[in-house]
């Protein structure tokens, strides 16, 4: 059974960059079965799309972010992991990663989420 | 702001049908919706896909529909593990391409 699991610093300081990695077991990163996407949630707020990467090449982020973002891949070790340049205070969430269906793009397996703070 | 718009919160009595509406101007043009229920400290869970199909392993009381530039999601039979946050999504255009929206959620309260 696929399983995703977040992982990365807890705390992170203003302006600088935020690193996630999402590590896949029980299937492949390099899977052309779907797509895969990362989802934040600020704590006691709504979710959040950051971005979808599609095939392993092709990425569509979230325009409100600003150009901040980097969605890649690792298939060596069956890894995705995201950057977040100069981060602020707004960037603190529950950040997870999940897969996206190929023919409606739902997210239909998420990772448990890993809660990122921005403090100084 | 969402481009998709949740009622805050919906209630209902134990047995009871609730529905949970959508609405925006990315429905209409023909997107998508799909519906998620996050319980309390929990990641978000796939509960209707494609406006009104269901994935393996979620009841038949819980149902989706979609209708112009609204959606909705419906639970009957309400019991209290229904209480919870739920998600609607689906689809906006930018200059950039087509991207995944979220509404701003509904907390669903069993009384």
């Known amino acids: 059974q696929l399983q995703l699991q977040e992982s990365g610093p807890r705390l992170v300081k203003p302006s600088e960059t935020l690193s996630l990695t999402c590590s896949v077991s029980?299937?492949?990163?390099?899977?052309?079965?779907?797509?895969w996407g990362w989802i934040r949630q600020p704590p006691g707020k709504g979710l959040e799309w950051i971005g979808t990467?599609?095939?392993?090449?092709?990425?569509f982020y979230n325009p409100s972010l600003g150009g901040r973002l980097t969605i890649s891949v690792d298939t060596s070790k069956n890894q995705m992991s995201l950057k977040v340049n100069s981060v602020t205070a707004a960037d603190t969430a529950v950040y997870y990663c999940?897969?996206?269906?190929?023919?409606?793009?739902?997210?239909?397996?998420w990772g448990q989420g890993t809660l990122v703070t921005v403090s100084s | 702001q969402s481009v998709l718009t949740q009622p805050p919160s919906v209630s209902g009595a134990p047995g009871q049908r609730v529905t949970i509406s959508c609405t925006g101007s990315?429905?209409?043009?023909?997107?998508?919706v799909h519906w998620y229920r996050q319980l309390p400290g929990s990641a978000p869970k796939l509960l209707i896909f494609d406006n009104n199909s269901r994935p393996s392993g979620v009841p038949g009381r819980i149902s989706g529909s979609k209708s112009g530039t609204s959606a909705s999601l419906a639970i009957s039979g309400l019991r209290t593990e229904d209480e919870a946050d739920y998600y609607c999504q689906s689809y906006d255009s930018s200059p950039s391409g087509s991207h995944v929206v979220f509404g701003g959620g509904t907390k669903l309260t069993v009384l």
């Open positions: 999940s897969t996206q269906d190929l023919s409606d793009s739902s997210h239909d397996h």
């Open positions: 990467l599609y095939y392993g090449e092709t990425t």
């Open positions: 990315s429905i209409g043009a023909g997107n998508h």
């Open positions: 029980g299937g492949s990163i390099s899977s052309t079965d779907n797509y």
